[in-house]
């Protein structure tokens, strides 16, 4: 039995056509949605696990504040993680650095 060999070339819509057009919008589209759905699932995971803790993976955190920043912790015996978001480490230092330069100032009065 011999065998026949079989080629296979894709045919792409020639530039300005109208398929090339519609090709191009259907590209576009699907790219737009493969992108929403990235975003949906990332939103969706994040609500469901808002209030696990990154570190043992339980839902145990509770919020408290820190002045104006709003920290979490893990109340897990075994863990008891801190929680901090972009930025509040930073604005917790700012405002103890405040409280040093505010106690000082105030101590001065004094001497």
């Known amino acids: ?3 026949k060999t079989v080629s ?9 056509s109208e398929d090339a ?3 191009e919008q259907d590209k576009k589209k ?5 992108a929403d759905s990235g975003k949906d699932a990332d939103k969706k995971y994040r609500e469901e696990h808002k209030y696990h803790c990154f570190r043992c993976g339980t839902p145990s955190l509770a919020e408290f504040d820190e002045g104006s920043v709003k920290v979490d ?5 075994d863990c008891g993680a801190l929680h901090l978001d ?6 917790i230092l700012d405002n103890q650095q405040s409280i040093k330069k505010t ?4 101590l001065s009065l004094f001497k």
Not at 86 to 91: A, T
């Open 86 to 91: 972009p930025g509040e480490l930073q604005e």
């Open 1 to 3: 039995m011999a065998r």
């Open 30 to 34: 699907i790219e737009r949605l493969r």
């Open 21 to 23: 057009y519609f090709a």
């Open 8 to 16: 296979v070339s894709l045919v792409q819509p020639k530039k300005g």
């Open 103 to 106: 106690r000082s100032a105030f």
């Open 73 to 77: 912790i893990c109340i897990n015996k």
